[in-house]
């Protein structure tokens, strides 16, 4: 089992940054993919970024790549989302992701991934 607890979201104006962490509970964080997902209200939830179990290959959403970077520390249970250049469209509930996708394919399906947090908000004001 694991837990994921995101913190880190909030207001901020275009053109500004925020930095979301994800704290994983439990001693098998090195063995899941990470990933972020968000959900804008009215809308379906989205995927945004992934990484791979040893950060060796990561995943974008066409809308966020060049503006946003996934990263994690292993040694801290911890996975990271660094937004930059924020825009009005990227306001939504974002969520932290774990599971073990089969393909690349797969990293971009929420379906593929088995544990979520209770996720936080961002908003970008214009």
């Known amino acids: 089992q694991v837990q994921l607890v995101e913190s880190g979201g909030g207001l901020v104006q275009a053109g500004g940054s925020l930095r979301l962490s994800c704290a994983a509970s439990?001693?098998?964080?090195?063995?899941?993919?990470m990933g972020w997902f968000r959900q804008a209200p009215g809308k379906e939830r989205e995927f945004v970024a992934a990484?791979?179990?040893?950060?060796?290959?990561?995943y974008y959403a066409d809308s966020v790549k060049g503006r946003f970077t996934i990263s994690r520390d292993n040694a801290k249970n911890t996975v990271y989302l660094q937004m930059n250049s924020l825009i009005p469209e990227d306001t939504a509930v974002y969520y932290c992701?774990?599971?073990?996708?089969?393909?690349?394919?797969?990293?971009?399906?929420?379906?593929?991934?088995?544990?979520w947090g209770q996720g936080t908000q961002v908003t970008v004001s214009s």
């Open positions: 990484i791979f179990r040893s950060a060796s290959s990561t």
């Open positions: 992701v774990a599971g073990r996708p089969l393909g690349v394919g797969s990293y971009y399906r929420p379906n593929s991934y088995d544990y």
């Open positions: 439990g001693r098998t964080f090195s063995s899941y993919a």
